[in-house]
C-alpha cells in the first residue's frame, strides 16, 4: 500500500507540479498532499483506549450524567436515542432531556421515560418556555447536577451502540485526558448516495484525520452526536460557553467544537475508536447544505480561537493553519488551469486521475470498520463510491463552506426551524427496540 501510495505521489508531482505553467500550483497541491499523507500515516499508529480491572471498577463508581437537548425533533427517533441510553452495558447515571422550547409534541415521551427506573439510571426532562439554543440546553444540565463526574454529550437524533459508554469512559483512566470523542457510524447511510457517500467520507476523516489528531492528544471537534467530558471543567466554562461573543456579536453556532476547545485547555483531548455513535444523517440536498452552512459558519469562529489559544507547538495549531491556507488558496486552482489553457488541459486530467486513484487506494482503510448488518457487496459499493464524494466535497460543498465563513456572523440554526426535518420515519409508527447493530468493541476495528 506504501508503495503504491507512492508512485501515486510521484506520477503526480513529475506530470503536474514539475509542469512549467502550473509551478504556481505547487505550494497548494503540495501542501493538500502533505495534509492527507500525515494522517494516513500517523493515524496507523493509533491505538484503542484499554483499562485494567482496578481501573474498570474506578471509572465504574464515577455519575454519569448524559444531556440531551432537543428540539423540534422526530418523536420516534428521540424515543430510540432514549431505549440506547437506557440499555447501555454501563448504564448513565442520569439522563437529563431539555426541551428547547415549544416544538414537536413529546408528551407520550415525557410521561413514560421518567417514570422509568431500568437499573441504575434516572431520566429527567426539562421544558423550557423558550427556545435558548443548544448551548443553553445544555447548560440546564451542566448546572444542575454538581454530583456528575462525566457529563455526557449525545443529539437526539442518535442511537448508541450497546457498549458506547462503556468504550467512551476507557480513555478517562488517564487523568490527563479531559473530553472523548466518539465515532459516528450513519444509521441511515444506506438511504440513498447522500447519505451513503456522507458515511464513507465521515467514517475516512474519523480513522485518519481524527485518528492522528487523538495520537497527539489534540481532537479539534468532538461530534455532538456522542462525546464526554470531565463534569469539572464544564462546570466552570459554563458562563464562557453560554455567554460566547465574537465582535461583539453572540455566538450560538460551534457548540461541540467549543466545549472541545475548552477541554483542551485544560489536558489531552482524544478520540475512543470503539465507542460508536448511530446517527441519522440528511437524506435531502436541502437539510445537506443547511448543515454544511451552519458547520462553516462555527468553524470559522472556532478556527479563529484556536489559533488564538492553542500552542503554536501543537498538532492542532499547525493543522488549523494549513486547512485555512488550503481552503482560501485552492479558489486559485481553477484560476491558474483557465489562465493557462488550453495547455493546462493534460495537467487538469492528470490531477483528476491521480485524485480519483489515491481515494480509491485510500477508500480501502474504511473496511476496518465492520458493521453486523452491512453486507460484503454493500461495503464494496461504498468504496467504488467514496471518490465521488471526494468531487462532491470540492466542486460543490467548497463553494458552500466559502459562502458560510464569509458569512460567519449569521448566527442562526439553519435546520430544524419548521419542524421535524425529512426523514423517512413513519409518522406514528411505534419506536421498536433498535437491534444490535455492531459487534463487540474488540471486533469492530482490526
Known sequence: MAFT??????????????????????????????MRVVPLVTSWFGKLFTTTAEQGQALDRLCVVVAVPVYNEHPMLLDRCLWS?????????????????????????????PRQRPGRVRVQWTRLQENGGKKFAQSIVFVNHPEADIFVTVDSDTTLEHRAVEEGLKPFADPSIMSVAGVEENFNKDVNWLTRS??????????????????????????GTFALYRAWVIREIVPAYVGETFLGRPIKLGDDAALTLFSRAYGRTVQQLSA????????????????????ARGSAIRNCWRLRYLDVKSYGFWWTLLVWYTSFMSAAVPIVLLATWPQSERTLELILVAAISWSYLVSVR??????????????????????TGILWTTLVLRPVRLYGTATFLKQRWTTRQTGPESMKVPAHAPAPEPPPMLPEPDGVLS
Do not use: C
Not at 87 to 112: C, K, W
Not at 276 to 295: A, C, G, T, V
Open 85 to 113: 441510553l437506557v440499555n447501555q452495558s454501563r448504564q448513565p447515571d442520569v439522563i437529563h432531556v431539555v426541551e428547547d422550547g415549544p416544538s414537536a409534541d413529546y408528551t407520550i415521551l415525557r410521561d413514560y421515560w
Open 198 to 223: 456522507v458515511a464513507i467520507r465521515n467514517t475516512y476523516n474519523q480513522l485518519t484525520v481524527w485518528g492522528a489528531q487523538s495520537i497527539f492528544g489534540d481532537v479539534l471537534v468532538n461530534r
Open 366 to 387: 474504511t473496511l476496518s470498520v465492520r458493521r453486523s448488518d452491512d453486507s460484503v457487496w454493500f461495503r464494496i459499493g461504498s468504496l467504488f463510491l467514496y471518490p
Open 5 to 34: 501510495l507512492a508512485t501515486v505521489a510521484l506520477f503526480t508531482a513529475r506530470h503536474v507540479l514539475l509542469t512549467k505553467h502550473v509551478l504556481p500550483l505547487v505550494p497548494i497541491l503540495g501542501i493538500g498532499f502533505v
Open 276 to 295: 460508536f455513535s448511530l446517527p441519522m444523517h440528511p437524506e435531502e440536498l436541502s437539510h445537506h447544505f443547511r448543515q454544511w452552512l451552519r458547520w
